[in-house]
């Protein structure tokens, strides 16, 4: 499946959800992330930053896909990040 | 399975923060999520430290190396975690006793022409390799087994050539150094998959190093060797192919300096992006009833190898059936 | 860390429920050519126990590759087996009898009662260790001796288990 992440979150936990985004999805720009996961790896990740954020105060939003053909992106302006596997 | 190959070709700086993989280089850093990577191939100067490689190892990641030239030197395999040793006593049985290698050493020849008959037939050419199968069935010696192969490879390349453009001819095939743009291609093709191959063993119980086509000490890993045999016309040949056929590739990606025996990076670029589009190419697999990737179909053939190796149920090599 | 008597007994269960399930898988697992790794819905039952599970006290016997397990202490000691569904309650039935069978042999627990808990389904199943029960496990140990100790046992027959299963690539590649 295809998931994107967005988040807004306490400014001191903010790095923290980064840095563990980081380890399973591509960094697209500020607080948003995308990839190619499994379903367990979508429960992992569900479960990991439930533990890291605090629920009253932070917001997580999971987009996801069966799969990355089921999604249409278009960027305007400039790219921030390539998420290619080719570098 | 969603784990990918990276491959890198700008040179730069490997590094691990936060328990994932960076990589670094003048145009900035871009993180590469550890969790998403299945190998590493590594073309450019790559400076890597021993924390990254104890991450590759706890995380199981193979990184394959290539010089330059695109010429592969080495892989980092991971500690090994799937381990049986009934299986690795077996692997050496059917290495020790004679007939069991020539059985499965035949069997590796028999695939790769059944599969370079399909690329044959695919193009419209006619052939007739039917004869050296037929020569396979009587070899008594491994010898005679890599003879059949080397001489189904010469009139296969032969037959190709009558649909090669003029300058992509592959004439005699030469390798350290190829001497022409075919043979850079054929070079770099086959280095790349024997790494793929590496890959696909290091996921399996299945030791690396006992071969049956290959001596044991022709590579480090030359049971690798032995399966690329099986992949080399449907997974690289296929893709040259349709590399020049589609006017994809031309002069200007080769080292001119280097009489256009070698590809430069912008041709590696291309080479590698269309080669990961293959590998995750699916098509429908009857038995197993799903769809399953070129770079499954690897794995699968891994497996069929350890059921063989096991006993009860006789290997049959994989041919292409589309 | 897992003591060799529990990851002994962690293998065993493993290899009472496979019994059960499938020859092949049985004879793959007890050689180390194993599969589970690479299965997301092995994955998502181990997640599954972490999920529902996480308040109750610490496993005795510990995670095991496609069940979990935890125990809860009372008056009685409760010996807890989580299942996602209830398809192959044989499987479950005699992996739990086994640990039973084990704890009261190898370290002398006989105030103990099984459970075979359905989160999902939300049931609960009693399981005890009668006489009888005891017999029929030893049977059971038996056979799994005998395929193991046996040829490769080439897989049969694809069924509807297979699709689920770990090893389905491995079986019918």
Known sequence: MYVIIVYDVNVKRVNKVKAYLRKHLLWVQNSVFEGEITKSQLERIKKDLSTICNES???VIIYSFRTKKAMKKEVLGIEKSSISEII | MTRKNYYILTDGILKRKENTLYFINKDGKRPLPIHSIYS????????????????LSKEGIP?????????YSGSFYPRETLLSGDLVIKQAKHFIDNEK??????????GAIFNMKRVLSYYGLDNNMDTLLEDLKSCKKITEIMNVEGRARADYYKLLDEILPEGFRIGERTRRPPENMANALLSFGNSLLYSTIISEIYNTQLNPTISYLHEPFERRYSLALDISELFKPIIVDRLILYLIKKNMIDETDFEKDLNYSLLNENGKRKFVTEYDKRLKKTIKHRKIGRKVSYKRLIRLECYKLIKHLLGKEKYKPFISWW | MISDAEKKLLIRGTQVNYYFVCRTKLWLFSHHIQMEHESDIVELGKLLHDETYKREEKSLILDDLISADFVRKGKLLEVHEVKKSDKIEEAHFFQLLYYLYYLKKEKGIEEIRGFIDYPKLRKKKEIRLTPDNEKRLKKVLEDIDTVVRGDFPRPQKKSRICRSCAYLEFCWA
């Open chain 2, 63 to 71: 990184i394959h190396f290539f010089n330059r030239y695109g010429f």
């Open chain 2, 101 to 110: 290698r020539l059985k499965l050493a035949s069997d590796f020849v028999k």
């Open chain 1, 57 to 59: 105060e932070d917001s």
């Open chain 2, 40 to 55: 590493i191939y590594a073309y450019s100067s790559l400076s890597i430290s021993s924390q990254v490689v104890n991450l």
